[in-house]
């Protein structure tokens, strides 16, 4: 749509439309509010700049940038403008990165911690940003919880899926789960890179897209929209959140969310009350739901037996 001329039909319409408000209520002419919108078109605030927003600027842009120690080809300008869009994206989604940066200090350090003991690189921890952005929520295609597993595929990896106990909300086994799944596909796709867009289009795709079009790097694939901006989210998370007050996001130590680390732990094996048992432990089932957030209903019938580990918040 030609916007000028669009301007310009609105104008005329309230132009006219002024006129016969006056001619019929002999009221005062509203041309002074024409004349104002005039002032507001494209072409006006070229030449008076000042009648725009003058405060937004362009958020910086790394030369030099490596995903789990695979260099990204920002000399590719394809590359580079997809890499600028979701720094551009996430830069002015302000209340979104203020909320992210306030999580991280609280899920973090789990996450990196268990990155590291599976060895797989510590950037993945921003996968998880961008797969659910620290929230325990359900898709509507029905993955869950911080890494976003499908119920086949949390089960494939040894998460129990069930309607009253859900590991997929249980973040050590989730993220220790996704990391078997990325050194996996890390294994067949042959990158880092490639390993994290098999796990948002699934491996197969992105092997037939490889076989299809005659390359094996990423930044070489044409994929579906989603897939093709989804390791620039997690770049543009890598490259903002550690450097945020270089982006406008002011915040002092008392901002950020502390870790939940004030629990002790215990194995449960039978069947159980949550409620209850919460009570007898000093707590309550909130609390327990907080700390615990792969418990899914009060009551839970452990028939198969398995042991699960609790937290108990102190």
């Given at each position: 749509?030609?916007?000028?001329?669009?301007?310009?039909?609105?104008?005329?319409?309230?132009?006219?439309?002024?006129?016969?408000?006056?001619?019929?209520?002999?009221?005062?002419?509203?041309?002074?509010?024409?004349?104002?919108?005039?002032?507001?078109?494209?072409?006006?605030?070229?030449?008076?700049?000042?009648?725009?927003?003058?405060?937004?600027?362009?958020?910086?842009?790394?030369?030099?940038?490596?995903?789990?120690?695979?260099?990204?080809?920002?000399?590719?300008?394809?590359?580079?403008?997809?890499?600028?869009?979701?720094?551009?994206?996430?830069?002015?989604?302000?209340?979104?990165?203020?909320?992210?940066?306030?999580?991280?200090?609280?899920?973090?350090?789990?996450?990196?911690?268990?990155?590291?003991?599976?060895?797989?690189?510590?950037?993945?921890?921003?996968?998880?940003v961008a797969e659910s952005a620290f929230r325990n929520v359900k898709s509507p295609a029905g993955a869950s919880g911080?890494?976003?597993?499908?119920?086949?595929?949390?089960?494939?990896?040894?998460?129990?899926?069930?309607?009253?106990?859900?590991?997929?909300?249980?973040?050590?086994?989730?993220?220790?789960?996704?990391?078997?799944?990325?050194?996996?596909?890390?294994?067949?796709?042959?990158?880092?890179?490639?390993?994290?867009?098999?796990?948002?289009?699934?491996?197969?795709?992105?092997?037939?897209?490889?076989?299809?079009?005659?390359?094996?790097?990423?930044?070489?694939?044409?994929?579906?929209?989603?897939?093709?901006?989804?390791?620039?989210?997690?770049?543009?998370?890598?490259?903002?959140?550690?450097?945020?007050?270089?982006?406008?996001?002011?915040?002092?130590?008392?901002?950020?969310?502390?870790?939940?680390?004030?629990?002790?732990?215990?194995?449960?094996?039978?069947?159980?009350?949550?409620?209850?048992?919460?009570?007898?432990?000093?707590?309550?089932?909130?609390?327990?739901?907080?700390?615990?957030?792969?418990?899914?209903?009060?009551?839970?019938?452990?028939?198969?037996?398995?042991?699960?580990?609790?937290?108990?918040?102190?």
């Amino acid at each position: 749509m030609n916007i000028k001329y669009t301007t310009a039909a609105v104008l005329v319409f309230v132009a006219l439309f002024a006129i016969v408000l006056s001619y019929y209520a002999g009221g005062e002419s509203i041309a002074p509010v024409v004349s104002t919108l005039a002032a507001d078109t494209p072409e006006k605030q070229q030449e008076n700049p000042t009648t725009a927003t003058s405060n937004i600027t362009m958020p910086s842009v790394p030369d030099y940038l490596e995903f789990a120690g695979e260099r990204v080809p920002l000399d590719d300008r394809d590359v580079l403008e997809r890499l600028e869009r979701e720094i551009l994206v996430n830069t002015y989604w302000q209340s979104n990165m203020m909320l992210l940066l306030k999580n991280s200090t609280r899920y973090f350090p789990e996450i990196e911690r268990i990155l590291a003991e599976e060895n797989v690189p510590d950037d993945f921890k921003y996968l998880v940003v961008a797969e659910s952005a620290f929230r325990n929520v359900k898709s509507p295609a029905g993955a869950s919880g911080f890494w976003q597993f499908m119920p086949a595929t949390g089960k494939q990896y040894g998460l129990v899926v069930a309607e009253d106990i859900d590991e997929r909300y249980n973040l050590e086994k989730a993220t220790r789960a996704a990391c078997q799944y990325l050194k996996k596909s890390k294994a067949k796709q042959g990158s880092w890179s490639l390993a994290a867009a098999a796990y948002n289009a699934g491996g197969r795709r992105i092997s037939d897209a490889r076989e299809e079009q005659l390359v094996s790097s990423y930044h070489d694939l044409y994929l579906n929209t989603e897939t093709s901006r989804y390791l620039f989210r997690i770049l543009a998370f890598k490259v903002i959140m550690p450097r945020y007050r270089e982006y406008g996001f002011q915040l002092d130590g008392n901002d950020f969310y502390p870790p939940r680390d004030n629990y002790r732990t215990e194995s449960v094996s039978t069947d159980m009350n949550w409620a209850k048992f919460a009570k007898s432990r000093g707590t309550t089932y909130k609390q327990l739901r907080i700390y615990n957030p792969w418990i899914r209903r009060i009551e839970h019938k452990n028939r198969s037996g398995r042991t699960y580990t609790v937290r108990i918040p102190q």
